[in-house]
């Protein structure tokens, strides 16, 4: 069973910036998968984020956070990074880690599984 834990969530001013942390508890380890961050805003559908692949030479972005944020992994400390840079109001939401459990797209929700209990990230106008 695969075991994660989200952390790194507050409240920021928009143009501010936060670093999420996802770290694998107990004999989890998390350098076997594929993984991605997700969010979900208040009485949204959870939506793709970012991605990385096993070694990290992968990576994959929705268009809306491009360019700002950075998805990062260090399988040493068995945890994955999501570096979150000019936030917007709209990236107000959820945000959670999951494992990649098959060969499906990364950009696909029904691609992960293993989810962690999430950390919000809410960010002020």
């Known amino acids: 069973q695969v075991q994660l834990v989200e952390s790194g969530g507050g409240l920021v001013q928009a143009g501010g910036s936060l670093r999420l942390s996802c770290a694998a508890s107990?004999?989890?380890?998390?350098?076997?998968?594929?993984m991605g961050w997700f969010r979900q805003a208040p009485g949204k559908e959870r939506e793709f984020v970012a991605a990385?692949?096993?070694?990290?030479?992968?990576?994959y972005y929705a268009d809306s956070v491009k360019g700002r944020f950075t998805i990062s992994r260090d399988n040493a400390k068995n945890t994955v990074y999501l570096q979150m840079n000019s936030l917007k109001p709209e990236d107000t939401a959820i945000y959670y880690c999951?494992?990649?459990?098959?060969?499906?797209?990364?950009?696909?929700?029904?691609?992960?599984?293993?989810w962690g209990q999430g950390t919000q990230v809410t960010v002020s106008s």
């Open positions: 990385i692949s096993r070694s990290g030479g992968g990576t």
């Open positions: 107990g004999r989890t380890f998390i350098s076997r998968y594929d």
């Open positions: 999951a494992t990649k459990f098959n060969s499906g797209s990364y950009y696909y929700l029904d691609s992960f599984g293993s």
